[in-house]
């Protein structure tokens, strides 16, 4: 006599009333992982909760540049530090936003800056991503109607015997055909 299967039980390890809730879940724990890890220390907090504001906009502004595609507010590198509390430094001292930047802009160069002003000497830098997307689309069209070229002319172009082919086709065509 042969047994039959176990039946399913109706609760298993995630029943579908469940299911919503721990992709909930997961979907808030994602989001939770994929936020920025502000790397702003506490000793390098402002006493003055409008000057730390402000600090904290002009740090979102500043490339990292060790990091370099990250905002000095987001890095925790040593460097960025440096640049923060130069920032935190610059304020308490009573400089305007701008004069912040004009600081830094000239001590470090334009590329300090997250969006670097559109100058003839920052062109390249605004330029560099266009021109290499647009060379490469050229690229893949050349390479792609060489190749639609090539494919084309192999389809017209009849397939090539070798010697011994020729040679028995010519022999085949000298004879006379025998049926079946």
């Keep these: ?3 039959s299967p176990p039946v399913p039980s109706r609760r298993g ?3 579908r009333r469940a299911l919503p809730h721990v992709f909930g879940a997961l979907v808030c ?3 939770a992982m994929a936020s920025p890890a502000l790397a702003v220390l506490p000793d390098e907090i402002m ?4 000057q730390e504001a402000r600090a904290r906009n002009l740090s979102r502004e500043l490339r990292c540049m060790v990091c370099q595609n990250q905002s000095i507010d987001d890095s925790s590198a040593p460097l960025a530090r440096d640049l923060r509390l130069l920032v935190r430094e610059r304020i308490a001292a009573g400089d305007s936003d701008q ?3 004009d600081f830094l ?3 470090y160069g334009d590329f300090v800056l997250l969006k670097p002003p559109f100058e003839t000497n920052t062109l390249l830098l605004w330029l560099l991503t266009p021109l290499v997307l647009a060379g490469g689309g050229l690229t893949l069209l ?3 109607r060489r190749r639609s070229k090539a494919m ?4 017209n172009t009849p397939p090539r015997l070798s010697a011994d082919e020729e040679a028995r086709l010519a022999k085949l065509i000298a004879e006379p055909g025998e049926p079946g």
Excluded at 47 to 50: E, K, R, V
Excluded at 152 to 155: G, H, I, P
């Design 1 to 3: 006599m042969q047994e």
């Design 142 to 144: 050349g390479y792609s």
């Design 99 to 101: 004069q912040v930047l």
């Design 13 to 15: 390890l995630l029943s």
């Design 105 to 107: 802009v000239a001590r």
């Design 47 to 50: 006493s003055n909760p409008a």
């Design 152 to 155: 084309q002319a192999a389809a």
């Design 29 to 31: 724990l994602a989001l």
